[in-house]
């Protein structure tokens, strides 16, 4: 992983579309331009990380302080190429991002669309529901849940 660049936004939002659209379509959400520019608006090149993959972009995760909880944490953004999901890529990054927050005693939060299955790896790693809505599961994992 690198740290992100105010020039990574497009390459992090094209993949965005690109990973999200199966379950947005399958919610009835996507919108082409609507799933680009919510990445745009919420980038934040300081909080995010490029994951790399044999020197190539690979994907992306965010990691930024929460506005509501003094210790803890907002895990968004985590994009990883479709061709390289499956390979334990995605779980050693998180592996190395949670063993951070842990060290740090912090909580972390998420939320993933519903039907994902990107949210059985959050479970992997002791993410458990802390509340849902028709769109989307809202996560959150304790400091040393596994």
């Known amino acids: 992983m690198r740290p992100a660049e105010p020039a990574d936004v497009e390459p992090i939002a094209e993949l965005r579309a690109v990973v999200m659209r199966p379950d947005l379509e399958r919610l009835g959400r996507y919108?082409?331009?609507?799933?680009?520019?919510?990445?745009?608006?919420?980038?934040?090149?300081?909080?995010?990380?490029?994951?790399?993959?044999?020197g190539s972009f690979a994907g992306s995760v965010a990691l930024?302080?929460?506005?509501?909880?003094?210790?803890?944490?907002?895990l968004e953004h985590f994009y990883l190429a479709p061709a390289l999901q499956g390979r334990g890529l995605g779980a050693a990054v998180l592996h190395t991002l949670l063993?951070?927050?842990?060290?740090?005693?912090?909580?972390?939060?998420?939320?993933?669309?519903?039907?994902?299955?990107?949210?059985?790896?959050?479970e992997r790693h002791g993410f458990t529901i802390e509340s849902q809505d028709p769109v989307d599961i809202f996560m959150v994992r304790r400091p040393n849940s596994v």
Request: no cysteine; aromatic share 6%.
């Open 31 to 54: 919108d082409a331009h609507r799933v680009r520019q919510r990445l745009r608006d919420g980038f934040s090149a300081r909080h995010t990380s490029i994951i790399e993959a044999d």
């Open 64 to 74: 930024r302080p929460s506005e509501t909880d003094e210790n803890g944490h907002w």
């Open 99 to 122: 063993t951070r927050t842990d060290a740090d005693n912090a909580l972390v939060r998420l939320n993933v669309l519903q039907g994902s299955p990107a949210r059985r790896l959050y």
